[in-house]
């Protein structure tokens, strides 16, 4: 199984981000770490020069952050990732996030962003990752143009936009938001199975109460809840969303 983003950059796990590697990779064929500035890319690019055969990097803004980021941090961002490039399997996660703020403005400088993103990743041919919360019609609408594989991570919409996206061959990634969501439980019956990805969003959205931080071995508690909603065997269930999670970012190996 793979948790296919995740952000093993941030300080909480500074003090034992080896040891959860370790667990990790008792369990998982790889980590997709999402980058979120400057500083986390460079952290997650040190990361994956240590564990060059497991993790892997994305780059992009911190969705809650994007309507905040200036032109000038903007344009240091930019200048970070294409340094990047080489190193990178995707663009993201960006993308709208209407959660956070309900000023039209941000929700503008969101999808322009979002925009920015999507014509970078049809120049570099990279696979762009999709952050949508309670936005997913707004990114949908942007997206649709787009030339290139998309990942709507921690898909947590409705069965109309998850029928939308995935006509479109958009991939859905599940976080552990499925694992309390009666809804989200029923909307994942109707997904083309081979457009489904795993993910834990760590070390947010523990699914666990006696660990308030979550981290990438527990994905596993969402295929486990996937193959019981699917009808699958555990491990049928973790080599199909592994498939496509290698398929999405195209891993080499
Ligand atoms: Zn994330």
């Known amino acids: 199984m793979?948790?296919?983003?995740?952000?093993l950059a941030s300080e909480k796990f500074d003090l034992d981000r080896d040891q959860v590697i370790v667990r990790a990779r008792k369990r998982l064929s790889a980590i997709v770490v999402a980058a979120t500035d400057p500083k986390s890319l460079k952290k997650s690019l040190a990361l994956r020069q240590r564990y060059p055969d497991f993790i892997h990097v994305t780059a992009g803004v911190y969705p809650r952050r994007a309507a905040e980021i200036g032109d000038e941090e903007l344009k240091e961002l930019w200048q970070a990732v294409a340094e990047a490039r080489s190193e990178l399997v995707a663009l993201g996660e960006v993308g709208p996030d209407f959660y956070h703020t309900g000023d039209p403005r941000d929700h503008r400088r969101q999808l322009d962003i979002l925009a920015q993103f999507m014509a970078r990743a049809e120049a570099w041919s990279l696979p762009l990752v999709v952050h949508a919360r309670k936005a997913e019609a707004a990114a949908l609408e942007v997206l649709a143009g787009h030339k290139g594989s998309v990942l709507i991570h921690c898909f947590a919409g409705d069965r109309g936009i998850a029928r939308r996206m995935t006509a479109h061959g958009f991939f859905l990634s599940f976080s552990p938001i499925l694992l309390l969501s009666s809804a989200l439980q029923e909307v994942v019956r109707h997904v083309p199975v081979d457009l489904i990805l795993t993910e834990t969003d760590s070390p947010s959205l523990s699914p666990r109460p006696d660990r308030p931080r979550s981290e990438?071995?527990?994905?596993?508690?969402?295929?486990?809840?996937?193959?019981?909603l699917l009808q699958y065997r555990l491990d049928e269930m973790a080599a199909m969303t592994a498939a496509s999670a290698r398929m999405f970012y195209r891993f080499t190996r």
């Open 2 to 7: 793979i948790d296919a983003h995740c952000h």
């Open 216 to 228: 990438p071995a527990f994905v596993e508690m969402v295929v486990s809840k996937l193959a019981k």
